[in-house]
């Protein structure tokens, strides 16, 4: 019998640089999930703003709120990589500090896993994509990532403790492929449960600058040839140019 839901710890990560103006709203959307049972783990990647001013009040209130100050930047897997040797959850879960969660994430995401017998799931993104009901390695590569990193939730007492790979950008792409080594499937859910912020000064925002990181993904992290790794960039190029392959969620304002 599985344990009661309640009982269910989620260590939620959540790597910042100079997110001040937009961190506490996530935070607010984590301390209204509904299920209550959480652990928040902040890893500040040297922010130069007042982020840590921002969420001192939310450290001094809450245990379950834990904040790390890197002493230098290193980048979003760096961080990520910090805050996941600090996790003791049953389940990890990923939001981006400018991210925001339906009240409901956590409860139904640990709920369709239960009921999928799921160690790895994804969510739709309000107005991005829907992932795959089921996504493997070679689906995930072909849709050059399907998944959005603040829809994640993977089972740490099945996959164990993870390391995000050492890559500048993309490197949540470079985890999902990593736990597809390991499992399957990544089960897609088809409730919208998160808002994403697109922002024109993000790491994501410029499509073009991604090129050599997909190509340091595939060819030296995936090891895939020479061959393979011009045909998945090609892919990539052509799904993110055209769309197809790609569910998108319409007409969503919010949550």
């Known amino acids: 019998m599985q344990p009661a839901f309640s009982s269910q710890l989620v260590s939620i990560i959540m790597p910042t640089y100079n997110c001040a103006c937009f961190i506490a709203q996530s935070v607010e959307s984590v301390l209204a999930q509904s299920h209550t049972n959480w652990e928040l783990i902040i890893v500040d990647d040297c922010s130069t ?85 089921k996504t493997d390695y070679a689906k995930m590569l072909r849709l050059s990532c399907p998944v959005g990193n603040s829809t994640v939730m993977y089972d ?19 985890l999902w492929l990593q736990l597809l080594h390991t499992v399957p499937i990544c089960y897609g859910l088809p409730d919208v449960l ?27 992290i995936e090891k895939l040839s020479m061959l393979k790794s011009v045909w998945y960039i090609l892919c990539w190029a052509f799904v993110k140019g055209t769309k197809i392959g790609i569910r998108r969620v319409k007409g969503i304002e919010g949550i």
Not at 83 to 96: R, T
Not at 157 to 168: E, F, N, Y
Not at 196 to 215: A, D, E, F, I, Q
């Open 194 to 220: 998160t808002i994403y912020r697109v922002r024109t000064k993000s790491v994501s925002s410029n499509k073009l600058k991604l090129l050599p990181y997909h190509w340091h993904l595939y060819h030296h």
């Open 49 to 133: 703003d007042n982020t840590k001013d921002v969420l001192a009040p939310y450290l001094a209130k809450y245990p379950n709120i834990h904040y790390i100050f890197l002493d230098k930047n290193g980048g979003p897997a760096v961080a990520r990589s910090n805050a996941l040797k600090q996790a003791k959850g049953d389940y990890v879960a990923f939001l981006d500090s400018d991210d925001l969660w339906h009240p409901e994430k956590l409860t139904k995401q640990i709920a369709f896993m239960r009921e999928k017998n799921a160690v790895f799931s994804a969510k739709p993104l309000n107005n991005v994509l829907i992932p795959p009901e």
């Open 156 to 174: 740490r007492r099945t996959l164990g403790d993870q390391t995000i790979p050492a890559i500048q950008k993309r490197n949540d792409f470079a």
